[in-house]
């Protein structure tokens, strides 16, 4: 099983950019789907992206799309999450989570592994 690491919150004006980072370390990292997911308080946990194992396929909840990108570097064992034009309702910890199988899923239920978070805070 693989342990996951996420790193690259912070504090943010509207508008801006954060780069989220989340290693891997363990078992092969190319064998697992990667996703990204949030929780913001007194919310539930709810999907922002997620990855094939190739890194060929993304999947995005609406209401990011067009403004995050996700990807994956297999030789550095990584996957990253590129937020632009924030907004305050991007506020919320940040998780990373591995699905052991080849297709990304939408659903939380589906991934075996999670980080432990990282805050993102969008001030207006």
């Known amino acids: 099983q693989v342990q996951l690491v996420e790193s690259g919150g912070g504090l943010v004006q509207a508008g801006g950019s954060l780069r989220l980072s989340c290693a891997a370390s363990?078992?092969?990292?190319?064998?697992?789907?990667m996703g990204w997911f949030r929780q913001a308080p007194g919310k539930e946990r709810e999907f922002v992206a997620a990855?094939?194992?190739?890194?060929?396929?993304?999947y995005y909840a609406d209401s990011v799309k067009g403004r995050f990108t996700i990807s994956r570097d297999n030789a550095k064992n990584t996957v990253y999450l590129q937020m632009n034009s924030l907004k305050p309702g991007d506020t919320a910890v940040y998780y990373c989570?591995?699905?052991?199988?080849?297709?990304?899923?939408?659903?939380?239920?589906?991934?075996?592994?999670w980080g432990q978070g990282t805050q993102v805070t969008v001030s207006s």
């Open positions: 989570a591995a699905r052991e199988d080849h297709s990304g899923s939408y659903y939380l239920y589906k991934y075996d592994t």
């Open positions: 363990g078992r092969t990292f190319s064998s697992y789907a």
């Open positions: 990855i094939n194992w190739s890194g060929s396929s993304t």
